[in-house]
């Protein structure tokens, strides 16, 4: 029996997709090739471009404040110690104590002047700090114990500092505020300046039963150029990006390996973005991190 050219033609077409699709159904990939596919469907949204492993004394490291030239202030949760810490160096290079032992969590700095927050509310302002001369006062706020305070941002164009409850807020439970410290009056305004909604649709994937554990903000801070304020979680990290006038634009779950407990957040003038990490059996860190 004789075929045509064309028909034979036809015939080999027709046993090659017939193979292709007999391969495609018996294929089983290989356990690492499945983590290469799995890999790729879940890229990150942040490269750390750099990474400080910090000296015993700051093992509990809690908050973090650009200085300028490569320096960063910090604090950890149980001295009333500013450490300035030098990036060039990877050392501390000056330690100022400033108040007895307590929990504090938070710092920032403005001007000439260090504002330390201890886990009640408390504010500790601590004039000219880099001076040997240097005052301390601290302001009470309305929050308390059971707030549970770890977050203190300077807001320069407002002349304020911006804090939240990573617990319970003092007056919501399906949402947490964030709170404004004016810093002519040194008081600390009822009302929000920007809400945390937690029924908002960007906290659909994260949502948990008790809504008002959703997210815990462990810092706050604003971006220098957009002016976007940025609120970090510490127990299962994540990153908050709210557009200026407090509306949510973008929710970044970060990988628990490399932000081991996530309690620091600053910017340099640059906006480039350092995030610190609290130490358990490994030192703890200062990561330089790049949103994608």
Request: hydrophobic share 35%.
């Amino acid at each position: 029996m004789k075929f045509k050219k064309v028909e034979i033609s036809i015939i080999l077409v027709v046993l090659i997709v017939i193979s292709g699709i007999t391969l495609t159904f018996n294929y089983s990939p290989t356990q690492n090739e499945s983590l290469s596919i799995h890999e790729n469907k879940s890229e990150k949204s942040y490269q750390i471009l750099q990474q400080w492993e910090l000296p015993k004394d700051l093992v509990e490291i809690s908050g973090i404040s650009w200085l300028g030239n490569q320096k960063i202030a910090c604090v950890q949760d149980e001295e009333g110690i500013i450490y300035i810490y030098n990036l060039k160096t990877a050392k501390i290079e000056k330690t100022i104590e400033f108040g007895d032992k307590d929990d504090f969590e938070a710092i920032t700095i403005f001007n000439e002047n260090a504002y330390a927050l201890r886990s009640d509310g408390t504010i500790f302002e601590v004039k000219n700090y880099n001076n040997s001369d240097f005052k301390t006062r601290k302001y009470d706020t309305f929050m308390e114990g059971k707030n549970n305070t770890e977050s203190l941002a300077l807001d320069v164009k407002n002349n304020r500092l911006l804090m939240a409850a990573k617990d319970r807020d003092p007056f919501s439970k399906k949402s947490k505020g964030i709170y404004a410290f004016n810093l002519e009056t040194k008081k600390l305004q009822k009302k929000p300046v920007y809400h945390l909604n937690f029924e908002d649709e960007i906290f659909d994937k994260v949502r948990k039963k008790k809504i008002k554990k959703t997210f815990s903000p462990s810092e706050i801070a604003v971006h220098p150029q957009t002016q976007e304020i940025y609120v970090l979680e510490g127990k299962k990290p994540k990153l908050l990006i709210l557009n200026p006038d407090g509306s949510p634009k973008r929710l970044i779950e970060l990988d628990k390996e490399e932000f081991r407990q996530p309690e620091g957040m600053t910017f340099a003038p640059n906006g480039d973005l350092y995030i610190s990490n609290e130490g358990k059996k490994e030192n703890a860190t200062i990561l330089k991190v790049e949103l994608k």
